[in-house]
């Protein structure tokens, strides 16, 4: 993998968020409380293009969206984090319509987190169902690039 600095900064973020959840459950076993599972987070719209090798340039983006929801600590604890790094967790990440087919490919492997990351093909056909001016441009892109990827982009 080529060097990617949003890529490096998410790491360093979600080993944060790790620790955490290794400390409070070190904490609640000591207490006798109910402990966090071992998480998921589920990367998809923007950022998820930025955590992919793209052969292009994707702007920047200050919300973070995770498709699966979290247990309320570790939300608050992953949008303090990206908060240190002038970002913030959108609370309608859940909700974000993403294809049926859409393929998440591992990209860190933490003791109590594991980190997914939609497919770049599937964000941008997420981006072309809802048809937002903004985003034309990036899709216009993506399709000169991967002009394969057409009829799933613009098909739905």
Do not use: H
Not at 131 to 149: C, G, M, V, W
């Amino acid at each position: 993998m080529k060097t990617n600095p949003f890529r490096d900064m998410f790491q360093e973020i979600c080993g944060k968020l790790d620790a955490f959840i290794a400390d409070y459950n070190s904490r609640l076993l000591e207490e006798g409380g109910l402990r966090i599972s071992r998480q998921e987070i589920k990367v998809v719209g923007q950022a998820a293009l930025l955590l992919a090798d793209l052969p292009f340039a994707v702007s920047g983006t200050m919300d973070f969206d995770i498709w699966n929801p979290l247990p309320y600590l570790v939300q608050k604890k992953l949008d303090a984090l990206l908060f240190e790094n002038k970002m913030y967790l959108d609370p309608d990440g859940p909700k974000a319509w993403m294809p049926p087919d859409t393929k998440f490919q591992l990209l860190f492997d933490f003791p109590k987190l594991q980190v997914w990351v939609a497919d770049p093909e599937s964000v941008i056909a997420s981006k072309a169902k809802f048809n937002r001016a903004k985003d034309r441009p990036l899709i216009e892109t993506y399709l000169r690039f991967y002009p394969q990827s057409k009829g799933r982009v613009v098909g739905r």
